[in-house]
């Protein structure tokens, strides 16, 4: 039963993660927690436990979703490299500060971040392009399957700080970092959604593989429950990527402000309640 539960849980954080750039995390930490401590159908789950599953099941949700998007060429890797030399640190930072949290101090602190993360992206459309890192940085333009040119960029500098912050945030909670990179590149950066996700995402599978070796050295990884959730995660991020062209942009961004404003609800709840 156990490794059934992990299963379904692996395969909707492969597809949704893959869909809207996440890295799949985002869903199997709070669902993990849910059903192993809640429920009470899975042994041995703790914050730390989920949080080095979560990491290594992104390595492979990384990897698949990264092969899927190079194929419709989607992934900005200039890009992808930098905000990976930002978030690597702040990544192994964020992995030795885990290990200090109870469950309902983590519940309360994921929740109150994707809540965050949602109401900015409510606010999206009434908010004036925030043009300043374009005009102040180097300038990259992407034209999609509609003949749609979008004008993007972003200063070094200013993306190295923020991606220390959501590595930070991605060994913390095991997210991934994509939850907070794909907004940021999206209202800041003025990235098109569909290479925001596909730039997340191969950023997703660098971070992952720093971090997840940080969570093994620190003893967080239940490798049983690997078994499950790999191989689930990995055709399910096979199955997001796919359905991710067939989307509309705004329709990948109602997607993730939904998915992070019910996510975050359910986890502030839970840290309240204790």
């Keep these: 039963m156990e490794f059934i539960l992990l299963a379904v849980i692996g395969l909707a954080a492969g597809i949704v993660g893959a869909l809207v ?29 989920v949080v080095g599953l979560s990491v290594v099941m992104m390595i492979f949700t990384g990897l698949a979703s990264t092969l899927s998007y190079m194929k419709t060429k989607t992934i900005d890797f200039r890009s992808g490299l ?11 930072f964020g992995a030795f500060v885990n290990k200090g949290l109870d469950l309902p101090s983590f519940n309360l602190y994921f929740g109150i971040l994707l809540i965050l993360l949602s109401t900015l992206l409510l606010v999206r459309k009434y908010l004036k392009p925030v043009n300043w890192f374009v005009n102040h940085g180097k300038k990259r333009t992407f034209t999609d399957n ?15 700080l923020l991606t220390f912050g959501v590595g930070f945030a991605s060994g913390l909670f095991g997210i991934g970092g994509g939850s907070i990179i794909v907004p940021a590149m999206i209202l800041l950066f003025l990235f098109p959604p569909h290479v925001a996700v596909g730039t997340s995402m191969f950023m997703v599978f660098l971070s992952a593989l720093v971090n997840s070796i940080t969570h093994i050295s620190l003893g967080n990884v239940p490798w049983l429950y690997t078994i499950p959730v790999i191989p689930a995660a990995y055709i399910g991020a096979k199955i997001g990527a796919h359905l991710n062209q067939k989307m509309k942009s705004e329709t990948l961004v109602v997607a993730l402000r939904v998915i992070l404003l019910l996510l975050g609800i359910r986890s502030i709840i839970d840290g309240l309640m204790g």
Aim: proline fraction near 7%.
């Design 146 to 160: 509609t003949d749609q040119t979008f004008i993007y960029g972003y200063p070094v500098w200013f993306a190295l």
């Design 21 to 49: 750039g996440l890295g799949g995390g985002i869903i199997l930490v709070p669902a993990t927690l849910f059903v192993g401590i809640n429920l009470g159908l899975i042994d041995g789950i703790t914050p730390q436990t």
């Design 82 to 92: 930098i905000f990976f030399l930002g978030s690597a640190p702040g990544t192994l």
